[in-house]
């Protein structure tokens, strides 16, 4: 067998020989529907491409929330340390931009491949395109991603640190999280301070962005009181599940320049404070991104 080779794929140049890999795998073979197979995340994911001689026979992608995906080798060239190499790029990649963890969905009949690379499985198998799939894990780096912080105070007390952010921000507020952890949005101080940041100027404003609206719907939230009566100072949009998958951090950011991060909203005493600027201002666009996707969470409407 020729050497393989791999290189990094611009979707706006080889978007042709990407699709046709990914068809002959996924629509033809898997028999995937086809509308589900392309989708918005293409146009801005790192791809690449696998190449023996001048044959695209493998290919995958990297999401910006480090989530991969879109592995597909050609029947021929399975086995024969294609996916592995495509693989080991997306892991290079993510280290390269300090991504701190890396995220998939294997397909059953894959697992032990991924395993065998250092991935760990997470959470319950579900089915995705009437395929069975595993949510599976790859922690990059247990230490602190370069320019963040787990002070001691943070830790101890990430509700006192929600507070502080807050009054520290002047126009904005995004916040990402699961259902708006109640430890960190709806304590007294919280809410105080959002009801002061609101009214403080003319165009301040909280966006509350969810990924799960059954435990607001279980219990009562402050907060979405306070986003009924205030509409356009506090809106609340839900995503949906296609575009939750792969979001295993929840962040706050304050205008562009201070930012705390949490793993899962069972895990709030592992936040992290950043205020180096260029990283906020990464994560206020990536949260726009997303915003831009979601939307009003109707089976909310009674409750705000």
Same mark, same amino acid.
């Given at each position: 067998?020729?050497?393989?080779? #791999? ?12 699709? =046709? #890999? ?34 695209? #026979? ?27 190499? *495509?693989?080991?790029?997306?892991? !290079? ?16 009949? =894959? ?29 990059? !780096? ?11 105070? *943070? ?12 009054? !520290?921000?002047?126009?904005? *507020? ?12 709806? !304590? ?45 100072? #506090? ?11 792969? =979001? ?57």
């Amino acid at each position: 067998m020729k050497t393989i080779t #791999i290189v990094k794929a611009a979707w706006s140049e080889y978007q042709q020989q990407l699709t =046709a #890999i990914r068809h002959m795998v996924f629509v033809n073979e898997q028999k995937v529907p086809e509308a589900l197979e392309l989708d918005e995340f293409d146009t801005t994911a790192t791809h690449w491409l696998a190449f023996h001689d001048t044959e695209a #026979i493998g290919t995958v992608r990297l999401l910006d929330n480090g989530t991969i995906g879109r592995m597909a080798v050609l029947p021929p060239y399975r086995r024969k340390g294609v996916g592995k190499a *495509l693989l080991q790029h997306c892991i !290079n990649e993510a280290k390269d931009r300090g991504i701190a963890s890396l995220h998939l969905g294997a397909q059953i009949h =894959a697992i032990e491949f991924y395993q065998q690379q250092g991935f760990e499985l997470i959470g319950p198998r579900f089915l995705d395109a009437g395929i069975a799939h595993q949510h599976m894990r790859m922690t990059l !780096n247990p230490m602190l991603r370069r320019g963040f912080t787990a002070e001691i105070n *943070l830790q101890a007390n990430p509700a006192r640190a929600a507070v502080d952010l807050l009054k !520290n921000t002047r126009w904005e *507020l995004r916040i990402f999280s699961h259902s708006l952890e109640n430890s960190l949005y709806a !304590n007294e101080h919280f809410l105080r301070y959002a009801h002061e940041f609101i009214h403080r100027h003319q165009g301040n404003t909280i966006f509350l962005m969810i990924c799960d609206e059954m435990p607001l719907r279980e219990h009562h939230h402050p907060l979405l009181d306070m986003s009924r009566e205030w509409k356009t100072a #506090i809106p609340i949009r839900k995503l949906s599940i296609g575009h939750t998958f792969g =979001a295993k951090e929840f962040f706050m950011v304050g205008d562009e320049d201070k930012l705390i991060t949490y793993p899962h909203q069972s895990a709030i005493n592992n936040a992290e404070y950043c205020s180096v600027e260029s990283i906020a201002r990464d994560y206020r666009e990536s949260f726009d991104r997303l915003w831009r996707h979601a939307k009003p969470p109707l089976s909310l409407k009674p409750f705000y």
